[in-house]
């Protein structure tokens, strides 16, 4: 029998130690969570296992007569097989296992009849006589009902069980009464752990148990005075020096180290962690290469995670969440999640962006906060606001509007808009400053993101950044008399002139080439629909498609495709901005990051363009093109949809296709690698570097960028991490690996810790 594991019925609020409703990325006791599913299935002789992704296809498992389906979250000790021997005996289109409902946690509840059979399901809140079970998270399906497409595109249990028994199909309850454990939150992963140590949850430990409760692996020292309560699980590779305590229920994943004095209990640590001098860990929870100062204080239930730094005398509070590689700065007191920034509490922005959970870090109240200490900063001033039109950014957008509108400035509202439309409405109308609430999607993961816009149309600033952080955090807000608050004005026909913009920008009077356009979001597809059969109007009828591009949330291009496979990477994308921006739209002035191919530079000189250097992340991108006035190659970079419409534009005035101009692009043969690097050995790796290579070409643009006969290399410390990204571009393959291998031996040597 074949096996698919799919995604929990149960929403998984383990952030910042797993994407959204994704426990299988966990750990548990040092384990991968999917690699123990996946053993536990082996045991009972699964052949294949399939891992579900969202709209994946099970037409591959028609002919199969029942396939295994587990959830990704659970940890249990369930004899398959005699699940399996129900099923059939009760010739079942589906099988559930069930629990007995014990706490508040879990999914849907089943209605179960005399006969075992599942009727319905009731809300987790509804109790009687025949709903005290809850799916388990295994199930037996039959092929016929494996086909069922889930809810809104998603496949989980819940989703499964729903389909089925609106196909009216016979389900059998298998009530279960060997342990589990479903992982969906900080308690239940907590418990998980606590229940493998206590015995109550079948589970192979690699250690040896040195007595009860107690399991140690190889290679773990232990000096004299250290205390140890049971049960606990340290793992190989762990120091425990003197008079540490190490409490019980605690987990000691690989490598860690725990110093003198420090006191770890009811805690779960991961890979690679110091513990220092002094420090207490009481019911917390560490991803990997955690550094835990001298003195500090972790709380109940906080949750760290991986590459962070906590320094000496820091207090993190109870439930308090730290995203990755962030610096808790010596002596804070952390009441807040730290999400955005990447310093202690000091700071809310990154790149000039704020991102955060929904409803845990970025509330309403959060962003009314916010609102007000804009208005406050902007006293009385022109204010900008828009958004996404998803549910999550409307809410925001109107607890952002209250902020505002109470502190006396006047609020133009944009209403639903992306983001090029802010930046060109903003400029239009003078505004002092706009703010903007997206959702971002990366890695499928939805995270409410907002930006604030200078009255340019740049990024937040640093002078600016300074000022609202110092408002928001000293909680010094102007509220305005009554008579001084003012209804919000409505721009949000503005768009239209958004539109119009980029059609004056087309040359063609008539098209016999064609695009397509792709966005998740309802407000980009929005301003694309009026746009795109404005151009089809002058457009021939059935004619070839010649690129497919993707649109981010924010408007901006993710990829752009051909239809005969040719996908543009990063520098390739760059390198048609730069064709458009000197050929189409004949300008005699660009911008280059610094990292940008040098055949592409080589390029620009030979047609007597002039070159100006900037840096190579897209928020000093964009800011330079802004501030040097380079509006025409801003839009192409950063407006996807201006990007389109002037490639189509390009190509049907020059009757060329695009895998024709996919020829122009140079080649680039590049290398990026990153190397683990503190902060504080950023600056003396550079130094050293310019002290070395003084005589050879170099720019110092941004990190340094050294030049040989065969290419170059970029060393270049990354601003919100703690690592040096190292960049090569070689004139053939084996040229580009020889100088990323010098040049990251000779950055790991310099950035290891004296």
Known sequence: MDAIIINSSDKVTLSPLCR??????????????????KDYLFGFGVKKIFVYKKDDDFSFFSGKESVIVVENNLITSEDINKVIAVHNENCADMTVVLRT???????????????????GLSNSGYRSANTEFEPEGIFIVNKSALALIAENGELNGTSILKSALNQKKRIYGYVSQRPSNTISSLNSYKKCHSEIMNNRLDFRLDGHMVKEGLWIEENVILESGVRIET?????RGC????????????????????????????????????????????GAVLADNVNVGMNSVLNENVIVGSDCRIEENCTLRSGIRIWQNKRIKKGTRVNDNLVWGSVGTEH?????KLYGEVNIDITPEFIAKLGSALGTMFNGERIGLGYDSAPVCMMLAGAAASGIISSGARLFSFDDASLPVMRSGTKYYGLKMSLYINQSDSDGIYYPEIEFIESDGSNLGTENTKILEGIFFNNVFYRADVANIREAMSVKEFRISYIQSILNIIKSRHFIMNMELQTKSE????????????IERHADKNIKKQFITELDRNGKLCSIRGTESITLDKNQFLSAAIILLTEHFETKEAALPVSAPRMLENRLKNAG????KCGTSDEEFLNFLIKNGLDEQFRLCFDGIYFSVALLDYLNSRGIEFSEFCKKLPIFIHREIEIECPNSRKSEVIKNLYSKYKNSKTDMTEGIKIYSNNGWVLVLPEKYRHCIKIITEGYDTEAAEELSTIFTNQVKRLAKLN
């Open 348 to 352: 809310l922005f990154r790149d000039g």
């Open 609 to 612: 363009i002039k070159i100006l």
């Open 101 to 119: 409902v014990t706490d508040g946690e879990g999914n849907m509840r089943v209605n179960l009849n005399s006969s075992n059979i599942i009727t």
């Open 523 to 534: 407000t980009v597809s929005d301003i694309l629909e009026v746009l795109l059969s404005e």
């Open 20 to 37: 959204a409703n994704d426990a299988s990325l966990l750990t548990v006791m040092g384990k991968p969570v999917i690699d123990i599913i």
């Open 231 to 235: 049960p606990a699980y340290i793992s």
């Open 239 to 282: 120091r425990i020096e003197r008079g540490a305590k190490i409490g019980g229920e605690t987990f000691l994943a690989e490598n860690c180290t725990i110093k003198a004095n420090a006191d770890i209990s009811h805690s779960i640590i991961g890979r690679n962690c110091t513990l220092s001098e002094n420090a207490i860990i009481s």
